[in-house]
T-cell receptor, first 115, second 111 residues
Framework: NAGVTQTPKFQVLKTGQSMTLQCAQD?????MYWYRQDPGMGLRLIYY???????DKGEVPNGYNVSRLNKREFSLRLESAAPSQTSVYFC??????????????FGPGTRLTVL | RKEVEQDPGPFNVPEGATVAFNCTYS??????FFWYRQDCRKEPKLLMS???SGNEDGRFTAQLNRASQYISLLIRDSKLSDSATYLC????????????FGKGTLLTVNP
């Protein structure tokens, strides 16, 4: 199993450009999440999807949109990038539904710089 | 009070030392608790869950005090490979499973 995969690994955008961060998991998890991690701020939840067909806002949703395309894939879109969105973005999925506890698995991250 | 607060660190210890990390959480309804480890420029990975009775995994011991809303992680006989950032993580419960992460404490184990 590949676990959680993210593309791209690195991206540089200019202010105002748009892009979509892709995430996929092959563990048959129902729940998926997008976080951003900034120095001194820790991981903050942007959006999550408790199951296919549902999405909800997290702590810092402004400037982002998400799509839960199917059970495997959960994408994050920046419609008009701003320098404040320079961050490392992590996608995660959760296997709680399988009764194995609350382990959350993370992808390798996307390092985004907005100039 | 922040939802999850950790020792700010950083911690620099020699190999073989015992080191303890502390964490407090503000939501008394929180249901589950974890320590994650994050290596430099890598993703977080679950180190261990924290149970009310306390639990141990080799050199690592986690404790939970619900009355004080306090979580701890003890690492005995530190190894160079323990160098990482340790994240205290809390699930505040509810119908949607959402984790709240502390800012992390950086540990460097020196030879």
């Amino acid at each position: 199993n590949a676990g959680v995969t993210q593309t791209p690994k690195f991206q540089v955008l200019k202010t105002g450009q748009s892009m979509t961060l892709q995430c996929a998991q092959d563990m048959n998890h129902n729940s998926m999440y997008w976080y951003r991690q900034d120095p001194g701020m820790g991981l903050r939840l942007i959006y999550y999807s408790a199951s296919e067909g549902t999405t909800d806002k997290g702590e810092v949703p402004n400037g982002y949109n998400v799509s839960r395309l199917n059970k495997r894939e959960f994408s994050l879109r920046l419609e008009s990038a701003a320098p404040s969105q320079t961050s490392v973005y992590f996608c995660a999925s959760n296997d709680r539904d399988r009764g194995r506890g609350d382990t959350q698995y993370f992808g390798p991250g996307t390092r985004l710089t907005v100039l | 009070r922040k939802e999850v607060e950790q020792d700010p660190g950083p911690f620099n210890v020699p190999e073989g030392a015992t080191v303890a990390f502390n964490c407090t959480y503000s939501n008394s309804a929180s249901q589950s608790f974890f320590w994650y480890r994050q290596d430099c420029r890598k993703e977080p990975k679950l180190l261990m869950s924290v149970y009310s009775s306390g639990n141990e995994d080799g050199r690592f011991t986690a404790q939970l005090n619900r009355a004080s809303q306090y979580i701890s992680l003890l690492i005995r006989d530190s190894k160079l490979s323990d160098s990482a950032t340790y994240l205290c993580v809390v699930n505040s419960g509810g119908s949607n499973y959402k984790l709240t992460f502390g800012k992390g404490t950086l540990l460097t184990v020196n030879p």
